[in-house]
């Protein structure tokens, strides 16, 4: 409970009390105000659900009334405060590959109904930690708290995808009169590895799959080959 309350103190002794011969056992009254203040309550709500499930490379996302029983701290608070939403911190599970900066493109929830917008940094897959901060702005004045953190979890499945690569569209070569192997370093020069985590792009080897509808014009394997990773044909 908050509100002013005054105090009227007087201070008596044990002595005689006669006012004829001018006793004053009683001292003149003091008085005092006594003041309870209001302290600001911190925020909270709950996450609904705890943990959201998602496919790599999807969305944006939205889901209605994600941000549940929110309340801005007691309910005399919540009547005149309002709660505001953000992203406070972003770890990613061990095993996660990919890092946690930059996860969300997109990181929103409605004031009013709870509603979290989404959407998410390309080829991200994973669990991740996500801690939102909601705050009031009831102020912290008397040490009053005008905060909270509420954790979930996103589990991003992952979708395998296709290594994009660029090169010449036409080759020409002579004719050859003889057996003549050819050599053209780095034909394949814009080979994105970005769908894959920065731990990976060193380590995990791709091979080209190459599809030629004359094999007669080749000697060999009836086809031309890259290598990879320097692209040469």
């Known amino acids: ?116 917008t989404f959407a998410l940094a390309p080829h991200r897959d994973g669990i991740f930690h996500v801690t939102v901060e909601a705050y009031d702005n009831g102020g912290s004045e008397f040490a009053g708290i005008d905060r909270s953190q509420v954790p979930f979890t996103l589990s991003i499945l992952s979708v395998t995808e296709e290594p994009v690569f660029a090169g010449p569209r036409q080759l020409n070569v002579p004719e050859a009169r003889n057996p003549l192997p050819y050599v053209f370093p780095g034909y394949i020069d814009q080979l994105d590895m970005s769908v894959l985590p920065p731990p990976l792009r060193g380590e995990q080897a791709f091979t080209f799959a190459v599809l030629n509808d004359n094999p007669f014009l080749f000697l060999d394997s009836g086809s031309p080959s890259f290598a990879f990773p320097n692209g040469s044909l």
């Open 1 to 116: 409970e908050t509100g002013i309350s005054e105090f009227t103190v007087t201070l008596k002794d044990n002595g005689p009390d006669d006012p004829l011969v001018g006793d004053m056992p009683v001292s003149p009254p003091q008085s005092f105000t006594v003041t309870v203040r209001e302290v600001n309550q911190p925020p909270s709500f709950t996450p609904n659900p705890h943990t959201v499930v998602v496919l790599e490379d999807s969305g944006p996302h939205i889901l209605p009334g994600f941000a549940a029983d929110v309340t801005a701290g007691s309910a005399i608070e919540s009547t005149y405060q309002n709660v505001s939403f953000s992203v406070f911190h972003v770890a990613a599970a061990p095993g996660t590959l990919w890092p946690p900066d930059g996860l969300f493109t997109q990181f929103d929830i409605d004031d009013r109904t709870g509603e979290l």
